[in-house]
């Protein structure tokens, strides 16, 4: 069986290998699926919900535990509530009925096996792009395990420095792990494929948030980037939306990005090539943060299960 992996969970490059069915991962998270939130949202790019009806559902806990996450009410104090399967499934197709572009798994890594599970139950009924909304600290193990399910990657490019990835991120490898995960990304998407109406239904976007005081290093990966990979092979969005919080300032992270320096490493890009996004620096906001749940907020029972 395929969630047999979570009697030693070797999911993410923590391999932490917990008995995830008697216990919990570095994650945080044991066996059974748990999400914090599950709603239409408005700010993904605009070429994944023209219309700004994301279907985003929030999973709780993260391989990672950034110590600037702005989620970390779910990926560092595990707010949430737990889901079967047929409630998970049941969930994406609500949120189909509510007009959803999309399906967008948000910190998705550590259940993978379970996510697979529920979109197998739901094959044929979605009829939307589904979304692998991640960190972009994955294996390529697990992602070829998504191959037929997931449509379109969204992962983010943090870091290339070591030092810096283990510091806010407590990852050292970070970088070697997220470019192995790029090339695996690539060979299941391919390159970005747009419906009529000009909506992603297939591909690669890689998110990079610039970070106050680190802009030497964003500018090395957006060089990076473009020496790795063809301009038409993915799409790239540049963020500037950082707040401060959480540990953020407790890691020298107090400020938010200038314009400065989101321009200096905007200017790498476009040298690059990539089509992509930019961002306003009024996304740099906490009230862009969304709201987390620790019980089942929603009703299901008029979900249309065809």
Not at 27 to 49: K, Q, T, Y
Not at 221 to 230: A, N, R, S, Y
Request: with cysteine.
């Amino acid at each position: 069986m395929i969630k047999d992996i979570y009697t030693r969970c070797t999911l993410c490059p923590r391999e932490c290998g917990a008995d995830r069915y008697n216990g919990r991962g570095f994650c945080g998270e044991g066996a059974v699926i748990r999400i914090a939130r599950a709603d239409l949202h408005r700010w993904e790019e605009p070429c994944l919900s023209p219309e700004g009806r994301s279907g985003t559902v929030f999973f709780s806990g993260c391989n990672l535990g950034c110590r600037f996450c702005q989620n970390y009410e779910l990926s560092a104090l595990h707010r949430g509530f737990e889901l079967t399967e047929r409630q998970l499934a049941d969930t994406f197709l609500r949120l189909r009925d509510m007009g959803a572009e999309n399906i967008d798994l948000v910190t998705p890594t550590h259940f993978v096996p379970g996510i697979i599970e529920v979109l197998d139950m739901v094959r044929g009924q979605l009829n939307i792009p589904v979304i692998y909304n991640c960190g972009g600290y994955e294996k390529p193990e697990t992602l070829e395990m998504l191959r037929g399910f997931v449509d379109i990657f969204l992962p983010d490019l943090k870091y290339m420095d070591s030092d810096l990835s283990r510091r806010l991120s407590g990852a050292a490898d970070y970088f070697e792990r997220c470019g192995a995960a790029l090339k695996k990304m690539l060979d299941i998407a391919g390159k970005p494929r747009y419906d009529a109406a000009g909506k992603l239904i297939s591909g690669v976007v890689v998110r990079h948030l610039v970070l106050p005081g680190c802009r030497h290093d964003s500018i090395a990966l957006m060089k990076w980037l473009g020496e790795t990979f063809p301009p038409d092979s993915l799409l790239v969005s540049l963020m500037c939306q950082f707040t401060p919080v959480y540990k953020a300032a407790e890691y020298g992270l107090s400020r938010r990005t200038t314009t400065f320096e989101y321009k200096s490493v905007l200017k790498e890009l476009e040298s690059a090539g990539f089509d992509g996004f930019t961002q306003k620096r009024t996304s740099a906001a906490e009230d862009y943060i969304p709201k987390f749940y620790d019980q089942l907020y929603f009703n299901l029972a008029n979900t249309q299960n065809s």
